[in-house]
């Protein structure tokens, strides 16, 4: 990824280090496209596990609030309940936990203005039909936010400055 006049800003494959498996910014954790597929794609019989929930917080905007969770599987196993995990999570993890949920909150128009999203993460060896080293070990949980808003209004995007620029294959958080 690089702004408009040239300087490098992290790229693809160069952080190696954060701390955390989820928090890599290059696993596509909290990028939106990983996620929005799901809705769409809900099935008639996913769909009697969703409901108006009214245990959910309102939303300005958005009368329309849906929560959806998917039990405990593996990915091979039940393919259609989550969208394909993004590429960096999928080769490390191989089972989608205790249970995945969507809430989703739509306005009056069908677009969707916030989605919740909560999954939990694990490497099963059993279930590897080509086990390979490197995995994690243990359960990962991850929640992820989105609210859109401001629909038809021009995006404006300033890059960062100098010093939060990094061109570092690590990156640790201070402590």
Not at 66 to 89: H, K
Not at 124 to 145: F, I, M, S, W
Request: glycine letters at 8%.
């Amino acid at each position: 990824m690089k702004p408009n006049d040239g300087r490098t800003w992290i790229g693809p494959k160069t952080a190696s280090s954060w701390g955390n498996i989820l928090a890599d910014p290059t696993n596509d954790l909290p990028d939106f496209t990983v996620w929005k597929p799901f809705i769409p794609q809900v099935t008639r019989d996913d769909a009697v596990h969703g409901w108006d929930s009214k245990n959910m917080a309102d939303l300005d905007g958005a009368p329309y609030k849906y929560e959806i969770t998917c039990g405990v599987s593996t990915a091979a196993a039940n393919p259609g309940c989550t969208p394909p995990l993004p590429e960096q999570l999928g080769v490390l993890f191989n089972v989608i936990g205790n249970p995945m949920r969507y809430q989703a909150w739509l306005d009056d128009t069908g677009l969707l203005r916030k989605l919740d999203v909560t999954i939990s993460m694990a490497y099963v060896r059993e279930v590897d039909t080509n086990p390979l080293p490197g995995h994690p070990q243990g359960e990962y949980y991850a929640h992820v936010v989105f609210n859109l808003d401001q629909f038809g209004t021009p995006v404006t995007v300033t890059a960062p400055d100098d010093a939060d620029i990094t061109t570092a294959r690590g990156v640790i958080r201070p402590k």
